[in-house]
């Protein structure tokens, strides 16, 4: 029920998670665990994977034996920018080629920046890479990125890091729609409720970082959004009741009810 697939590749858990703002790698581990996550992203121009020998390694503490790494471009605001880190990061990883393409528009609201993404997106996927891809929620834009050939589409709920939760349902459930690509939130979320709303609507899974790193308790926080994606997807199989306007409805059956008073036939 809750496992999905993304580049031909099955994974347990519809949750990903990143790995900035942790206290440390013993902090990061912990609340990746928790969260039961298989997928971990990382974003190469701030964490190190190994670029750097002298100093203390991802990897060691979420070793790709256990964790699909799922490298990012945060920090990337022009389409070459992207391209040249993804490089980077296949060859640190021993030709790895599931990867998360941001490419941003400006620094104070990290909003991603349509035109380079696509651009980024048509050289990465002719270079054999399986690209999921932050962008806007804007379905025509993410209808493009799925014909370039995305392995998976990553609308942002509201701005990264904000906590705003789901600003946007209607568009969303508009991506989800017309998707033939998994569709995952990615940014904006702040609380469990935010992680269940998504996949209420319909979304195949939900990345986060912030919303467990800057909890007051991350890795309790990192078991709840475990727990809300899972209920989440729960209830969007289960197909919640119809919505009624000015209109109650009896939980209980009225037929038979002590003291009612039948009309002869």
Not at 136 to 150: E, H, K, N, T, V
Not at 157 to 169: E, H, V
């Amino acid at each position: 029920m809750n496992s999905f697939t993304i580049a031909a590749h099955t994974y347990r858990s519809r949750l990903l998670v990143g790995t900035g703002k942790y206290r440390d790698f013993d902090e990061t581990r912990a609340a990746i665990e928790a969260s039961g996550a298989d997928i971990v992203t990382v974003a190469i121009r701030r964490t190190n994977i190994g670029q750097n020998a002298n100093e203390p390694n991802l990897l060691d503490a979420l070793p790709p034996s256990r964790f699909t790494i799922l490298p990012n471009t945060a920090g990337c605001y022009t389409a070459d920018d992207a391209v040249r880190t993804l490089r980077l990061a296949r060859e640190l990883l021993d030709g790895h080629k599931l990867c998360k393409l941001e490419v941003l528009g400006d620094p104070k609201t990290l909003f991603p920046n349509v035109v380079e993404t696509l651009r980024a997106t048509e050289t990465l996927v002719r270079e054999g890479f399986d690209v999921m891809v932050y962008t806007s929620d804007d379905p025509i834009i993410a209808r493009q990125l799925q014909d370039l050939g995305c392995v998976a589409v990553m609308p942002l709920a509201s701005l990264i890091g904000s906590g705003m939760g789901i600003l946007n349902p209607w568009n969303l459930e508009i991506i989800i729609a017309e998707a033939k690509v998994p569709v995952l939130v990615d940014a904006g979320v702040g609380t469990a409720s935010d992680a269940a709303i998504a996949m209420e609507l319909g979304c195949d899974g939900v990345l986060m970082n912030t919303a467990i790193a800057a909890a007051r308790d991350p890795i309790l926080m990192a078991s709840a959004m475990k727990k809300a994606v899972e209920a989440g997807r729960e209830a969007y199989l289960a197909g919640r009741m119809p919505k009624k306007i000015y209109q109650a409805t009896p939980s209980s059956p009225e037929g038979g009810v002590i003291g009612t008073v039948h009309k002869a036939a």
